[in-house]
């Protein structure tokens, strides 16, 4: 059974940083492609970053594009995303998904990850 665990959310002032981790289990972590994904309150859902099964592609929304960096340690079965620059729009839960065809690249379309864990929340103040 595949489980994705988020961590590392939490309060920052604007301009600060955090780091979340997605840790993996049930499968070979190695093969799929993951994303990180947000939701507002009010708003719908959006993806914030993805990145290859093996790490060599990425894909960044353009408003988080050079203030993020997600990466993976398939050796670790985890997935990262280092948030710079943290703004109060970036407020939200935050959700790492995954992809279940092994060696696919990944897709900004959320319909397209079936596996996602149970989200941490992020809050910036101003």
């Known amino acids: 059974q595949v489980q994705l665990v988020e961590s590392g959310g939490g309060l920052v002032q604007a301009g600060g940083s955090l780091r979340l981790s997605c840790a993996a289990s049930?499968?070979?972590?190695?093969?799929?492609?993951m994303g990180w994904f947000r939701q507002a309150p009010g708003k719908e859902r959006e993806v914030v970053a993805a990145?290859?099964?093996?790490?060599?592609?990425?894909y960044y929304a353009d408003s988080v594009k050079g203030r993020f960096t997600i990466s993976r340690d398939n050796a670790k079965n985890t997935m990262y995303l280092q948030m710079n620059s943290l703004k109060p729009e970036d407020t939200a839960v935050y959700y790492c998904?995954?992809?279940?065809?092994?060696?696919?690249?990944?897709?900004?379309?959320?319909?397209?990850?079936?596996?996602w864990g149970q989200g941490t929340q992020v809050t910036v103040s101003s």
């Open positions: 998904a995954s992809r279940d065809r092994p060696a696919a690249g990944w897709t900004t379309q959320g319909s397209q990850y079936p596996y």
């Open positions: 049930g499968r070979t972590f190695s093969s799929y492609s």
């Open positions: 990145i290859s099964w093996s790490g060599a592609s990425t």
